[in-house]
């Protein structure tokens, strides 16, 4: 398993399935574990929330809790005492077998390795889905169980989305299916319907700073890194890694003169794109994302202290003084958020897309002062 890229992974940082902290979502863990203490555990799960909350890393948490506990003749789990935490004693081989990929009872269904360009594809097919009757076809070990970490729904196409769905309408004995989504709006609801659904929120100041110095230890964190990630510990990472905060500050730069837009910083912007790595533009676009959100909302924050970086807020309120502009600048995020990842999944050039971008802001602007 650990041969093919993981999409969600951030280099140099480890990966959720070596992370046995989870930071945060204490009333996510305790409503799975009432349901385990009961001996009503479902056999779907999903987990919603923003993308970097670590969902993913709560999926991993949970699985090796699972494979871990001793079977009981009368109930699917032992449980004479009731318990209180997901964590597992340090050092025990599940734990060890999950982060080497080799956990007998652990199917992680994501997006597969492409062999003719050596990249991830770009969605769930439904030739992985059907993987998994290889995987349930085995005989089992440990505790028998069987757990499947769909990361995430979201990259599934249509046919692997209804594959998926056959199977949570007949899920097989000692099965549990924990579905990481980061827009469970966008999932079929006869999928919805069939889990238990596990709301994470994004993470407090304090679980994001003390999940951000777990993670790299020895990084100041920046105080901006909480502003702009907006609970994700995931983009905070990003942004401490790939220079964030002086990526963002051009963004804000580039629209200090709006609706006139500065067509030389505009195009130097996307030159600088155009055989760029894919990461380093995914955060562009992310940041851009970031960036209409907070001017959308800027009319309904009152705290003089919530701005990211010099200029940010007198950005925001000339560019966006009531709720008509607020409206304008939500449509506009929306707009640019779907021609990012139409024009992503076809490959075009990043420098073309991020021209794109910068004219939409433009237009939106000038229809907002002028």
């Known amino acids: 398993m650990n041969a093919v890229p993981e999409p969600d992974r951030i280099d140099g940082v480890k990966h959720p399935n070596e992370t046995s902290t989870v930071f945060g979502h204490d009333p996510i ?16 799960w999903m987990l919603t929330g923003p993308k970097g909350i670590g969902k993913a ?8 809790f699972l494979l871990t506990q001793e079977p009981s003749a009368d109930q699917p789990f032992g449980q004479e005492v009731p318990k209180s935490k997901l964590e597992i004693p340090k050092g025990n081989p599940v734990s060890s077998r999950i982060r080497a990929g080799s956990e007998p009872g652990l199917f992680v269904l994501r997006r597969p390795l492409d062999e003719k360009t050596a990249k991830l594809k770009n969605v769930i097919t439904v030739e992985t889905v059907r ?5 349930f076809s085995l005989s089992t070990t440990g505790n028998g169980y069987r757990i499947v970490i769909v990361d995430c729904v979201d990259d599934m196409n249509n046919n692997a989305a209804n594959a998926l769905l056959k199977l949570l309408e007949e899920p097989p004995k000692k099965s549990v299916l ?12 006869t999928i919805r319907s069939r889990c238990q659904k596990l709301a994470c929120a994004p993470l407090s100041k304090m679980d994001l700073q003390s999940a951000f110095e777990a993670a790299l230890p020895g990084t100041p964190f920046d105080k901006r890194f909480a502003t702009l990630s907006l609970g994700s510990v995931g983009r905070a990472l990003q942004l401490a890694l790939s220079e964030g905060i002086e990526t963002y500050t051009k963004i ?5 003169n709006l609706p006139k837009l500065d067509r030389t910083k ?13 990461d380093k533009f995914d955060q562009l676009q992310v940041l851009v994302d970031i960036f209409l959100a907070r001017m959308a909302l800027s009319p309904f924050n009152h705290s003089s202290d919530d701005h990211a970086i010099s200029g940010e807020r007198e950005v925001f309120l000339r560019l966006c003084p009531d709720q008509y502009a607020s409206h304008q600048w939500a449509k506009t995020q929306l707009e640019v958020s779907q021609t990012a990842r139409k024009s992503i999944e076809a490959n075009l050039d990043p420098s073309s897309l991020i021209l794109d971008m910068g004219f939409k802001i433009e237009a939106t602007a000038t229809k907002i002062l002028n």
């Open 266 to 278: 505009l195009l130097t912007l996307a030159n600088s794109y155009s055989r760029t790595a894919e």
């Open 252 to 256: 804000i730069d580039l629209c200090v």
């Open 131 to 135: 993987e998994l009757r290889n995987f």
């Open 29 to 44: 863990k305790a409503k799975f574990l009432k349901a385990f203490n009961r001996g009503r555990l479902h056999h779907a």
């Open 57 to 64: 890393t709560l999926a991993y948490n949970i699985a090796q």
């Open 178 to 189: 924990i579905l990481v989504t980061h827009q469970p709006s966008k999932i079929l609801p």
